[in-house]
C-alpha cells in the first residue's frame, strides 16, 4: 500500500438524506423521487462534482411504513447501483448487503458483474442482518445468535473471495485453434464449510481491481473480529479524535494477530456535516433538520434517548460515560451505540454539549464551510481516520452545498483531489490489488 | 387485450450465439466479448436497430468447462440488463432466473426496481433449475422431484405478484402536511405457504407495467399447469404448424380450465434462422455453424444423438416418431425433447429431411431473407405461434444479418412495426394491465 496522499470521502444518498425528520424541511425536488431511479442517477451525478470516491447506499430489506417517516430503503441497492455505473462514470459504489439473506454463489455472480461493469467501482458493505422486521421477509425462522450471524458472515466472505478468484483470465495459457478460450484458467474451489457448500468455479472472471473493495461496519465483539479479517474500509461511529485512535488500534491489533498488514484497514467513520453561512446559522439548520426546533428541543430528545429522569437533569453538569455504555447483547447494532460512550470516555462534556457532537449516532460538524472543512481535515491530518462517509442530513440540499461550499476548500488545502484520474476505487483507497489465488485444485469437467 | 396487430419477436444474445459449434466460423468481434459488458450494449443496439421486442438471455449459473466449448452464461444477467436498461431506450429485456436459488422477497424487490429502472421494459422468464452442476453451486441438497421444483415455482410467482402488488402509490389517498407519503398505500401480504413464507409488504412500489411480464418454458405436465397458471409468453420448441396449434391449446385448455383468458397467453416458440443469398449457400452455412460440416455429418450426428443403429439406417426412410418421445421422468428438460417428436408426429419425414427442420432443438428456418421471412410469417398468419424467439447461431453477424436483410422484408410485408412507440413491452405483447390487487390486510407498522 501506498502512502495516503488524500482524504477519503464516501457519501450517503438513501431517500431524502440521512436523517428522518429533516424531509419536511426539505425546498429541491419532488416528493416522491426517493421511488425514482434518475434521482439517484442525478445525486451521483452531484457527488461526481465533488469528486467524491464513492456513493454510499445503506439498506434495509423491509419497508419501514411510519405514517409520518420516509421510507429510507426502497428501489434496490444492486440494481440502482448498476444502473448508476452505466450511467455515471468514475465515481465508486458502496453496496450493502446481507451475508444472511444472499445465497454465495448468486452473490459472488452478481457483484463480481458489477465490477466488471463499472471497470472496477465497487466495494461491498457486507452486514449480517439483525431486524425481525426484515427476517419476517425471509421465512421467519428464528433468528440465530450475533455470534452465529458473524460467523455465517465470515464464511460468506471467504466464499466470495474464493469464487472472485476462481477464474482469471491472466491465468490462460496458449489457445488452441480448437479453443475460444483456455478452460485451465478456471478451477472449483469445493468449499465445504459450516454454513456453505460450493463447488465453482464462478462462472464469470476475475474483473480488473482483483476483487471488489470490502466495506464493514459492525463494534461488536464479532463485528471487530470479521473487520480484522475482511474489512478493508471500515464504517463507524467515531465521535473524537481519541476514539478514533482507540478504535483504530483495536481494528488493526486483531488484524495483526492474524497475520494481516495493518495498512490494508482504513477508518471511515460516518459524518453529519451541516455547513450554513455562519456557525449560529448552523445551530439553527441542526434544530431545522433534527427535528427538535430548538436547543431545548435537542436536550429534551437526549434525555427521552438515554432514558434519563428528567427531574433534577442539569444540562449543564458534566457527563459520566458509564452511563452510556451498550449492551453487547441487545438486538439492536452494538456499534451504533458506542459512539456516545466513547467520545463521553475520551473527552469531558455536558449534555449541551454533547448534543451538538453528535446527530443520527455519527459525528456532527457544524458551521462555516471552512470550520466544517478543518473539523474534517483535523481528525484525518493527525491520524485518528482515514477518511468520511458524509452523511448529508438532507439531500439533494445539504449535498449541494457540501459539493460547492466545503469541497473547494479542502482541495484548496491541498487534501482533496480536483478530478479523478481512472483509477479503481482500490487504487483509489490505497489499497493493494489482493493476490491471485493459486488454482487450488485442477479443474474437474462440470460441463 | 386488443388484437395482435405484428409479429412479435425476442432474440437470444448469449455469448457468440445460439449454437454450440458454431464459434469457428465468427469473423466478426473479439475472442473475450462474451465477459465484456459492452459487447451485450451493442447486440442490444444491434436488435433495437431491428425493432425487435426484447433481447433474451437463458441463463445458468455454473460454468461449462468444455476445452473446445464456450461458456454460453457468464456475466450475471440481472446485472447485465440492468447496464443495457440504462444505455439501450425501448427495447424489451428478458430475465431469465431460478427459483430454486432465489430468495422471493430479494428477486421481487430486484425486480421491480428494474421495472421501474427500464420504465416498464421487463420479462421474466423462471426456471425450475434441474442441473446437478448448478446445485453444486448452492449447498449441494439432494435435488427434489421434479413434481416438487414445479410446486415450488408455482409459489414462488404467486409470491412475485402478491410482493409485486403490495405497495401502489396509485392507492395515495390525502397526504397530510406531516407525510411525505401515504402508508396506507403499502399492505402486508403475510404469506404463509408450503414453501415460503413472508411478511412483506415490498419495499419498491409498483411498476409502470403494473409488474413484469412472465415468460415460462417446459412441457411437461408440471411446466405445462405453470404455464397455465403464470405464463403470459410461453418459449417453447415447435417444429411444425400443426405442432403449433397443438401445443397453444394443450396450454390454453388449461388455462382455460382454472378460469384463465387463454388470450393472455402467447406462443413465442424459439427458432434458428440461417440466412444466405441463396437457399444452397444456406444450407452450407448450416452446416458450417452447425458443426457438422455436411448434411452427412448432420446424418451422423442425427445418429448418435438419437441412439440409433448406423447399421442398416437409411436416411431416406421415414421415421417413426414414437421412436423420438422422451421420458417425462428424465433429469434433463423434458420440453426440449418433445420438438422432435411432435414434428414426426405431425409429419412424416426422413432424416434427411429431419435435419433441416431442426437444429438446437428449435425449429431451423433456412433461406434466403425472403424465404426465412415467408417461414416465419407463415406460422405466425394461420395462428401456430404468436411471434418467436429467435435464435441466431452466431453472434454478432447472423444477428446483423437478420436486422439488415429479414426485418425489412417483414416490414415491407406490413406484419412487422417500423419503430417503437414508448409502449411498456406488456403493451407491445397485447397483454393487459395487471388488475391492482385489492388490498388484503390493513397495514401493520413494521417500522
Redesign the interface.
Known amino acids: 500500500m501506498s502512502h495516503q496522499r488524500y482524504l477519503n470521502l464516501n457519501i450517503g444518498i438513501n431517500s431524502?438524506g440521512y436523517l428522518a425528520s429533516a424531509?419536511?424541511a426539505r425546498k429541491v425536488g419532488n416528493?416522491?423521487d426517493f421511488?425514482d431511479?434518475d434521482y439517484y442517477v442525478r445525486l451521483s451525478e452531484i457527488a461526481r462534482r465533488g469528486v467524491f470516491d464513492a456513493v454510499f447506499f445503506s439498506d434495509?430489506?423491509?419497508?419501514?411504513?411510519?405514517?409520518?417517516?420516509?421510507?429510507f430503503?426502497?428501489?434496490?441497492p444492486?440494481?440502482?447501483l448498476?444502473?448508476i455505473?452505466?450511467?455515471v462514470p468514475d465515481i465508486g459504489l458502496v453496496l450493502t448487503a446481507s451475508s444472511t439473506?444472499?445465497?454465495p454463489?448468486?452473490f459472488a455472480?452478481?457483484t463480481?458483474?458489477?465490477d466488471?461493469?463499472s471497470n472496477g467501482r465497487l466495494i461491498i458493505n457486507i452486514v449480517s442482518s439483525f431486524n425481525p422486521?426484515v427476517a419476517?421477509?425471509?421465512?421467519?425462522a428464528p433468528l440465530p445468535p450475533r455470534a452465529e450471524r458473524y460467523a455465517k458472515a465470515t464464511e460468506f466472505i471467504d466464499v466470495l473471495k474464493e469464487l472472485w478468484n476462481s477464474?482469471d483470465?491472466a491465468r490462460e495459457g496458449v489457445?488452441g485453434p480448437?479453443?475460444?478460450?483456455d478452460?485451465q484458467s478456471?478451477h472449483a474451489i469445493d468449499h465445504n464449510g459450516q454454513f456453505?457448500?460450493?463447488?465453482?468455479?464462478?462462472?464469470?472472471?476475475r474483473s480488473r481491481q482483483g476483487q471488489p473493495v470490502i466495506a464493514q461496519a459492525g463494534a461488536s465483539e464479532g463485528g471487530l473480529d470479521l473487520a480484522a479479517r475482511h474489512g478493508e474500509i471500515i464504517y463507524c461511529n467515531i465521535l473524537s479524535k481519541q476514539a478514533g485512535f482507540a478504535f483504530g488500534s483495536k481494528v488493526r491489533d486483531r488484524a495483526i494477530a492474524i497475520g494481516r498488514d495493518p495498512r490494508e484497514i482504513l477508518i471511515v467513520p460516518g459524518v453529519v456535516p451541516i455547513v450554513a453561512e455562519s456557525y449560529e446559522a448552523a445551530l439553527r439548520r441542526h434544530e431545522l433538520v433534527s427535528g427538535t426546533g430548538s436547543e431545548d428541543g435537542l436536550l429534551t430528545r437526549f434525555i427521552k434517548e438515554n432514558g434519563i429522569d428528567p427531574a433534577g437533569f442539569d444540562p449543564d453538569a458534566i457527563l459520566d460515560p458509564e452511563r452510556f455504555l451498550p449492551d453487547q447483547n441487545r438486538i439492536l447494532a452494538v456499534g451504533m451505540g458506542m459512539g456516545l460512550y466513547d467520545l463521553l470516555s475520551h473527552e469531558k462534556l455536558t449534555a449541551r454539549q454533547a448534543v451538538r457532537r453528535t446527530e443520527g449516532f455519527h459525528r456532527l460538524v457544524l458551521g462555516t464551510p471552512q470550520q466544517v472543512a478543518e473539523a474534517l481535515i483535523d481528525y484525518w491530518q493527525d491520524g485518528a481516520v482515514d477518511g468520511y462517509t458524509v452523511q448529508p442530513p438532507l439531500v439533494p440540499e445539504d449535498l449541494t452545498t457540501f459539493v460547492d461550499e466545503v469541497i473547494p476548500v479542502l482541495q484548496d488545502r491541498g487534501v482533496y483531489p480536483r478530478g479523478y484520474d481512472g483509477r479503481t476505487i482500490r487504487e483509489r483507497y490505497g489499497l493493494g490489488l489482493p493476490q491471485p489465488l493459486a488454482p487450488q485444485l485442477a479443474?474437474a469437467?462440470?460441463?
Open positions: 431524502t424531509w419536511p416528493r416522491l421511488v431511479p434495509h430489506p423491509a419497508l419501514m411504513t411510519e405514517r409520518t417517516g420516509r421510507p430503503h426502497s428501489l434496490d444492486l440494481i440502482i448498476t444502473a455505473a452505466a450511467q439473506y444472499n445465497s454463489y448468486n455472480r452478481r463480481q458483474t458489477l466488471i461493469v422486521a419476517a421477509n425471509f421465512g421467519n477464474w483470465l489457445i480448437d479453443q475460444l478460450w478452460n478456471a456453505f457448500s460450493i463447488k465453482g468455479p464462478l462462472n464469470v472472471p479443474l469437467a462440470t460441463a
